[in-house]
């Protein structure tokens, strides 16, 4: 799968550009993997190791969810966040993956609950659908999780997720951070979310913004990665363009 496409909003150097394509790339394996999720196999390929021992399917309620997706169920309070008025927590603290990604979390807005070290449960809001996608990214960007436990994040189980996790032993050339969030699209039953990423290269003092979107869905009482719903192009933003994962901001 290609790497994202870049778009510039405003013009830019040569040097500028370079610097976005580096910081880009390790978003594009980010994106691969959440793309992934979702892709049509065919019906004879043979299965991979994670499907093959993958526990039988459980029954689905009305949403299409299986009933094992969400081990507890989530009651998280409102946080008052609407489409006009994105009220960030005041809370907000930093997780990071095996492979340095850093993301927000709330105890607030979400994640509230865990299971095997995967956190859901996140606030019926626009806030909260944010922390959420946020929660799918950096998640996807650990290797320490396996496709079961990483399920919980997803709108349809039924179908192993074989998508490989990333290398631990890859390094990255540059440092990432989920700084902030647009919200492109709202209902009380599907979201799109664009996620803004601060990407430094290494022995850079310069950085890039750049924002993906995703889409998840309310299903069993909680926001849950729809399939084959992250684009596979990443937008370079200006700071203005964006809210903050800031509380108060």
């Known amino acids: 799968m290609a790497l994202p496409k870049?778009?510039?909003k405003t013009k830019r150097t040569a040097a500028w550009t370079v610097i976005g394509l580096i910081g880009l790339m390790a978003i594009g394996l980010i994106i691969m993997n959440l793309t992934g999720f979702g892709e049509e196999e065919p019906a004879d390929q043979a299965q991979s190791p994670a499907s093959a021992t993958?526990?039988?399917?459980?029954?689905?309620?009305s949403s299409g969810v299986s009933n094992a997706s969400t081990p507890t169920t989530c009651d998280v309070p409102d946080d008052g966040s609407t489409?006009?008025?994105l009220r960030v927590p005041e809370d907000v603290g930093q997780s990071s993956s095996d492979l340095g990604l850093v993301y927000p979390f709330s105890d607030a807005v979400g994640p509230t609950e865990s299971k095997d070290g995967v956190g859901y449960c996140f606030a019926h809001s626009p806030v909260g659908a944010a922390f959420a996608a946020s929660n799918v990214v950096g998640i996807?960007?650990?290797s320490r999780f396996t496709p079961d436990q990483r399920g919980i994040l997803l709108d349809d189980i039924d179908r192993a997720d074989s998508e490989p996790a990333a290398d631990p032993d890859d390094?990255?050339?540059?440092?990432q951070k989920i700084v902030g969030f647009t919200v492109e699209s709202y209902t009380d039953e599907k979201a799109t979310i664009g996620?803004?990423?601060?990407?430094?290269p290494n022995g850079q003092t310069e950085s890039v913004l750049a924002k993906?979107?995703?889409t998840l869905v309310w299903a069993a009482g909680d926001w849950k990665l729809a399939k084959?719903?992250?684009s596979e192009e990443a937008t370079e933003v200006a700071p203005g363009d964006f809210t903050l994962f800031e509380g108060g901001k």
């Open 212 to 214: 993906s979107t995703g």
């Open 171 to 175: 390094p990255r050339s540059s440092e």
């Open 228 to 230: 084959n719903s992250f």
């Open 140 to 142: 996807y960007d650990d």
């Open 6 to 8: 870049i778009h510039d």
């Open 83 to 85: 489409v006009t008025n």
């Open 54 to 61: 993958a526990a039988p399917s459980t029954p689905s309620d």
């Open 195 to 200: 996620l803004v990423t601060q990407v430094t």
